[in-house]
């Protein structure tokens, strides 16, 4: 399945395939230092793939109204650093064990390595928009960056099932996924030739691109398995992650159901999971949290709608819409 | 003895005490979000004191000229929440239980908020310098933060007693301490209001000044114990780590001795420690590290020197005087 994400995913982004196929140089380039434990552990997820959503993005975003810029790769480069270096630093967290189908960086080299090669990758994305043409984009992209760990650091906060609620839901999704989208669809425009002001429309367009595909991708992790996402399964429940379709089921129980469902969730047990997820689909939570993404994709296309037809527009109104749509 | 330590900087200091708080003060809001698992583990340390050596660094060199600036504090806080942010993360790594006296992050909450609130410090760290100001630095503070990064990946990729000699010790404390303190240095001469030239003789300082710190430190280690310092006691050689005392006793041994040397190295146990300890001693592998670090010292002054004299140059100094002749 995660094959067929990628050559789906492939598909709609063809046109720009050369372009990111630069970003995969400049990473490799940026990257490299001759330490063997360096390159291979830094390298060593980016060799799995990746979706590369943010590079295109910036690189998308660019190319609205002319060809897409150099200046615009190197940023598409540091986005997609930034990226991994967060996942490595989530599945130190997490203690996962499987990440775009291999083992993670903290299972193959231990958790000091992966702390500091995501430290390492961190201040090497940031180096790279340090660079001539991209620095004038270097505090958006900081402020991204930090806004992404604060997100994690709320989602640590309110992880608990009797302090997180629908309003903190959105607040963690703006702040460790929304607003990093919104900073490559911003970037990516400030270097396609764009004003201020029409940027910010693109970095709008951005934050509800990145609840759409937050929400999506929370609600597949209700009926992950292994097999269909390379990933371990059934995770943010047994993590403790409280996500919408839970957070819409509560709401929609009487409060003896609502006890045993928070019992369940301060107590995460997979036979435990097997019940709630029952529930889940029962109450069209499911449904539920899949309109509320739509929702936004709605408005993304309608801020799309004020700029004018183009290749590139085409390709972010297809991403999205397969971002949305996507059951796997 | 870690009190004894703090009065005799905070006497040397004194005269920029003042800024020192400006800087504290900086680095409080900064930091602060509202939300209280970030607030109270991201001032943490700071609470603690810390020595504020990077800090002092970056307001001494802005005031050899004239009065430091207000982009000199900036700055200045902006490099104690980098330092902040590698020790947490070091402690982490290490598996530390204390920290300036207390228990470290990472065992008061868990490594998964440690790892967090290092990256969420490091970003704001970068964030406070992109403001106004400090802007013309930030390349300067970045690649020093991603020196000392891969300096620490270097420790790592060269911890084997097979693998590292005094080149490797060298290249790795360069990068991990020593250019971080030259940034520190360069960043305060721009905002003093000194040319890139002299400013380059400042960060040439820095690396002298780093040098020299960095062997005194490790050089400390071999007679630490916890009383004395704070940390764990009779660290590196425990973690693992070779330093510049071992490393000379290994050149002026025979090979049988050298053998034996290595072997307990490759398995640190207390008892190997002691061993160690008493050879090193005996080599007058203690004596041999302090020198070299007093040639860095030398070279310290004799670039000072070059500077017109003034009330901060004669803290700088005396601040590089106290960090080599310390003996806690």
Not at 17 to 31: A, G, M, S
Not at 125 to 136: H, K, T
Not at 155 to 165: M, P, V
Not at 216 to 230: I, K, R
């Amino acid at each position: 399945m995660q094959k067929r994400l990628k050559s789906d995913l492939a598909r709609i982004l063809e046109p720009i395939e050369p372009y990111l196929k630069k970003v995969d140089d400049q990473i490799r380039e940026r990257l490299s230092t001759g330490v063997p434990l360096i390159d291979e552990s830094a390298m060593y997820l980016f060799k799995g793939g990746g979706k590369k959503i943010r590079a295109s993005l910036v690189i998308l975003c660019s190319g609205l109204k002319a060809e897409p810029s150099g200046d615009a790769v190197d940023l598409a480069a540091a986005a997609e650093i930034v990226h991994c270096a967060s996942l490595i630093h989530d599945d130190i967290i997490d203690q996962s064990l499987l990440r775009r189908g291999v083992p993670t960086v903290s299972r193959k080299w231990g958790s000091r390595v992966a702390v500091l090669v995501g430290d390492y990758m961190y201040t090497t994305a940031l180096r790279v928009a340090v660079g001539e043409g991209a620095r004038s984009m270097f505090p958006v992209l900081v402020a991204a960056t930090s806004d992404m760990v604060k997100g994690e650091l709320y989602q640590l906060e309110y992880a608990g099932i009797d302090r997180i609620d629908k309003h903190h839901y959105f607040t963690i999704i703006e702040l460790k996924t929304a607003r990093f989208m919104a900073a490559c669809m911003k970037m990516g425009g400030v270097k396609g030739g764009f004003s201020e002001e029409e940027s910010d429309i693109l970095y709008n367009a951005g934050l509800n691109l990145g609840f759409a595909f937050q929400i999506v991708d929370d609600a597949l992790d209700v009926m992950d398995d292994s097999a269909m996402t390379g990933k371990d399964g059934g995770n943010d429940f047994l993590e403790g992650k409280v996500t919408l379709p839970f957070l819409h089921l509560l709401e929609n129980v009487d409060g003896g159901e609502r006890s045993k469902l928070t019992e369940y969730a301060k107590n995460p047990t997979p036979e435990g999971w097997e019940y709630v997820r029952r529930r889940i689909r029962e109450a069209g939570a499911m449904e539920y949290s899949l309109e509320v993404a739509m929702g936004y994709n709605r408005k993304l296309i309608e801020l799309m709608g004020t700029f004018p037809s183009s290749p590139c527009r085409d390709i972010i109104l297809d991403l999205s819409k397969f971002l949305v749509e996507r059951n796997y």
